[in-house]
């Protein structure tokens, strides 16, 4: 399981004179949990949107399976299975969280009954199973990051790109989230995740890659990445460390930037 | 895979296909024939306006293609207008994709497509009334020839059934497509085109076929509306006037249900016609623009306090309100 | 030396096209003063007012009925009817399109057709589709310039015009509620949170682009007629300089209407009246189809 499922090379985008992710490099392995971590602002989401689709780069490439992708647009990449969630949920509020993963299932089975009978499973699985009939514009955050997770799992990815799933989600709800998370893997998606909950990422990733002001400063497992003075400094800024061990002492708080 | 509507489109449309058996009022049929347009005009810009969220302020444009090609494929091409109406439908809907290539390539969206639209049906009137190949300002008359082969019926009862059997074909379109795959999407894209995007949905090549679809629909009540008066000038065939009917018609009755066009359209032009009559009365002979008056108040009425239509309305009338979560527990 | 037969027929030409061209500056300045109010509540709520041309017919009812009833001269009725369409404009926004349309765009975009259509028919309803214009003594006069006779009232229309202009561009620059509208206009949540009334904000937009109707009916009445659809042919043009000149640009709108302005004047030359108005339209297809956030690009 050690082919590279997704390689990013050199991406770089620009925002007129901002630019938003600089060179940026990295590979994710089939099989395995990869995180993304970065302060605020360092391109972790205009990243993904570049992986994913939505933001042409400036320069650099992006291959998934071995194929350059970087000219497919969105919903060709989704149905290459590159699936996506958003930081700032986007659900069909008009429609039933059913016909919300529905259109998800919709990618990969033309049947109204079939898609429909994907959607209650994925729901369930993620654990919307009593939400199903319910609006998506009346779900709390919580079940929206859930309904975000279901819809992209029910386009049945390869790769999964979760940006900050568990943001907003009190630690229980996190606890909740994890072994989802997990369980997801376990079923052959490969993922990669960006995570400001520190906690998580230490827990659930194989490798973990740090984005400073659009740099990638550090790859590598999360422990090491975790201990490099050099990410602290650039991350978390003066009084990491302290953060941190904090962090690692009280499991399931979430690490505030 | 029956779909759920079926049942209901069936009595609605034995409904209306009984009503010219009782009342034989030539006003009435002539204003159920009318309205019956409308609603079909409506019906298409429902496909496009009410599931697919994108609001077209010149549906006149397909409107009018339809009507001036069946108008003029019988008057310059002697074609026979049974033969006449398909065309007169694929023209329209060639109109739509064309208008949607390049308005959806260039991401024009809310008021910026509706902006467009517009524009669009006011050239096509333009060149309507210019051009001598259209009639221009004089208009296009189609020769009386009363024969069933010719669709133009003895008894004004037929093309009412025939205009009835169109709306039917566009009540099950809808339904069908509400339940499909196709209409899943538009749907999505509506409430949330970057979402769509992520799940796979090519939301460019979506609208499209729904531009084409909604325009086709549109154009064939436009082919009717030229085959019932039998006389179309630019301001008729191409007018604002039908625009506004076939938008007004869903949102009143119902944005993106399968009768919200239907229930509309006969709820406007007949409150339309009440209120032309009273006020007619009122002031001793008609006023013009009273019935747009109405229109125009209750399309904001609607989006005021009814934002799901009559249908809506109903459905609260009738169903007890939704329990909030768990608020349903009663000691 | 006297002139050859072919060059006098030239300088003819060149006297034509000359004036087309001022003619086509000043009723340009006027239609940017229309598109002015249009692209003010666009920059601001970042919505289109439909009802933009319905209101203008209104004002250019009430300057005729001012003049025909009252006997009041349209340069005065400038004085009353501004403050009047204000107060207009922001009690229709306070209190039928922001409370019926709860926040949404394609709302307001529909409310504000229920508008024009109720406005625009209630006048057929009172005044009839006939056309009316008023006569005022100074109606034929012209300013000679060279060879140029311009038409007075379009001279007074086209200074009056700019003046407007530059009072709304000192408003919105000197005074605290124009500080306002500026703090609404780029972040509405923000503003809201520091205190800023953003109903009234948006009340009185709506109010500061009637009133620029106002004073556009009062300089176009003097040459124009008057009936009630003649809005719409000022609303599209107004929503063409608007997409010229970059929806929410208060200088695009000043030059765009220029710009339509001469447009229209030189294609009525060359193709007719009627067709003429077609480039207008080919003007604002191809600007949204190609260059949406317009020639001077101001889109948010
Ligand atoms: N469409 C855009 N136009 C201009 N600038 C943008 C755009 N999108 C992002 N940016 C800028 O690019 C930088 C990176 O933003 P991005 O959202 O990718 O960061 P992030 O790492 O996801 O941050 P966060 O942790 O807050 O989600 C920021 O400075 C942001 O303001
Ligand atoms: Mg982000």
Redesign the pocket.
């Known amino acids: 399981m050690t082919a590279p499922l997704l390689v990013v090379e050199d991406l770089t985008k620009r925002?007129g004179g901002?630019t938003?992710v600089d060179r940026a490099a990295l590979t994710v392995r089939a099989g395995t949990i990869a995180g993304l971590i970065?302060p605020?602002?360092?391109?972790?989401?205009?990243l993904f949107a570049m992986i994913s689709g939505f933001e042409t780069p400036t320069s650099g490439a992006v291959r998934f399976e071995g194929r350059d992708v970087t000219a497919l647009p969105a919903h060709q990449r989704t149905a290459a299975g590159i699936a996506r969630t958003f930081?700032i949920v986007q659900p069909f509020a008009g429609l039933s969280v059913r016909e919300n993963i529905a259109v998800g299932a919709y990618l990969r089975r033309a049947g109204r009954t079939e898609a429909l009978a994907h959607a209650d499973a994925v729901g369930r699985a993620v654990g919307l199973g009593p939400q199903l009939d319910r609006p998506a514009g009346e779900m709390t955050v919580a079940g929206r990051k859930r309904l975000e997770l279901a819809r992209a799992l029910a386009t049945d990815p390869k790769l999964l790109l979760l940006d900050?799933v568990l943001a907003g989600l009190n630690p229980s709800e996190i606890r909740d989230m994890i072994p989802v998370i997990r369980r997801i893997r376990e079923g052959g998606v490969t993922i990669l995740i960006v995570e400001?909950v520190m906690q998580a990422v230490m827990s659930l990733c194989d490798e973990v890659h740090v984005l400073a002001q659009g740099r990638m400063i550090a790859s590598g497992p999360p422990l090491a990445v975790a201990r490099d003075p050099a990410v602290m400094e650039a991350y978390l800024g003066h009084g990491a460390a302290a953060r941190i061990a904090a962090s690692a002492r009280n499991p399931g708080a979430p690490d505030h930037a | 895979m029956t779909g759920s509507a079926r049942l209901p489109i069936l009595i609605a449309v034995i409904v209306l296909a009984l009503l010219p058996l009782g009342a034989t009022s030539n006003t009435l049929l002539n204003f159920m024939t009318f309205a019956l347009i409308v609603a079909l005009a409506a019906q298409g810009w429902n496909l496009l306006g009410g599931y697919g969220g994108q609001f077209s302020f010149g549906h006149a444009a397909f409107f009018g293609t339809g009507a001036y090609a069946m108008g003029l494929l019988q008057v310059r091409f002697g074609l026979n207008p049974w033969a006449a109406m398909p065309v007169a439908m694929l023209l329209g809907a060639a109109v739509g994709w064309a208008i949607g290539f390049l308005a959806f390539r260039a991401r024009l969206r809310g008021a910026y497509f509706a902006l467009v639209t517009l524009a669009f049906a006011e050239v096509f009137r333009i060149l309507a009334n210019a051009w001598a190949f259209t009639g221009a300002a004089a208009g296009l008359l189609v020769p009386l020839k009363l024969q069933a082969a010719n669709m133009q019926f003895e008894d004004k009862r037929l093309f009412y059934w025939l205009v009835l059997a169109f709306v039917a074909g566009a009540l099950v379109l809808t339904a069908e497509l509400a339940r499909s795959r196709f209409g899943a999407r538009l749907v999505a894209l509506r409430e949330n085109e970057d979402a769509a995007r992520a799940l796979g949905v090519d939301t460019l090549r979506v609208k499209l076929a729904a531009i084409t679809l909604s325009a086709g629909v549109t154009a064939a009540a436009g082919g009717l509306y030229a085959q019932k008066s039998l006389y179309l000038d630019a301001a008729i065939a191409y007018g604002p006037w039908i625009s506004v009917d076939a938008l007004l018609a869903p949102i009143v009755g119902g944005l993106g249900t399968v009768f919200g066009p239907l229930i509309g359209a006969l709820a406007l032009l007949g409150l339309g016609e009440l209120s032309k009559m009273a006020l007619g009365n009122l002031f001793g002979g008609a006023v013009p623009g009273i019935d747009l008056i109405v229109f125009g108040i209750l399309l904001i009425l609607a989006v005021a306090f009814a934002p799901r239509g009559l249908l809506g309305l109903f459905d609260r009338l009738i169903r007890r309100p939704r329990p909030a979560e768990g608020g349903e527990a009663t000691p | 030396m006297p002139f050859q037969p072919g060059c006098r027929r030239l300088m003819l030409q060149i006297d034509i096209l000359l004036s087309a061209l001022a003619n086509g500056l000043m009723t340009g300045a006027v239609y940017a003063l229309i598109a002015l109010g249009l692209t003010l509540v666009y920059g601001v709520l970042h919505v289109i007012n439909f009802a933009h041309g319905a209101t203008l017919t209104a004002a250019m009812f009430a300057v005729w009925a001012a003049h025909d009833g009252l006997g009041i001269d349209p340069y005065v009725a400038i004085l009353i009817l501004t403050p009047l369409f204000f107060a207009l404009g922001y009690a229709l926004q306070r209190f039928v399109i922001g409370p019926a349309s709860h926040g949404s765009d394609s709302n307001i975009l529909l409310v504000t057709l229920g508008l024009s259509i109720v406005i625009e028919n209630a006048l057929l309803a009172a005044f009839r589709s006939d056309t009316r214009s008023i006569d005022v003594p100074y109606g034929f006069s012209v300013i000679e310039l060279g060879n140029l006779f311009l038409p007075l009232p379009k001279v007074i229309a086209f200074f009056a015009s700019f003046l407007v202009a530059a009072l709304l561009w000192g408003l919105m620059a000197h005074t605290d509620i124009g500080k306002a509208i500026r703090a609404v206009s780029r972040e509405k949540t923000g503003a809201a949170l520091s205190g800023i009334p953003v109903e009234h904000v948006y009340a009185v937009t709506f109010g500061l682009g009637a009133a620029c109707l106002a004073v556009a009916a009062c300089l176009l009445m003097p040459t124009f007629l008057v009936n009630p659809r003649v809005g719409n042919a000022f609303v599209l043009v107004a929503f063409t300089i608007v997409v010229l000149g970059g929806m929410g640009s208060v200088p695009g709108a000043l030059i765009g209407g220029l710009i339509i302005g001469v447009v229209e004047s030189l294609s009525g030359l060359y193709f007719g009246e009627s067709l003429g108005q077609i480039g207008i339209f080919l003007i604002f297809i191809l600007v949204l189809l190609v260059r949406p956030a317009g020639l001077f690009g101001a889109r948010a």
Do not use: D, S
């Not at chain 1, 605020?40 to 205009?46: E, L």
């Open positions: 925002f901002l938003a970065g605020n602002g360092a391109g972790k989401t205009t930081q900050e400001h």
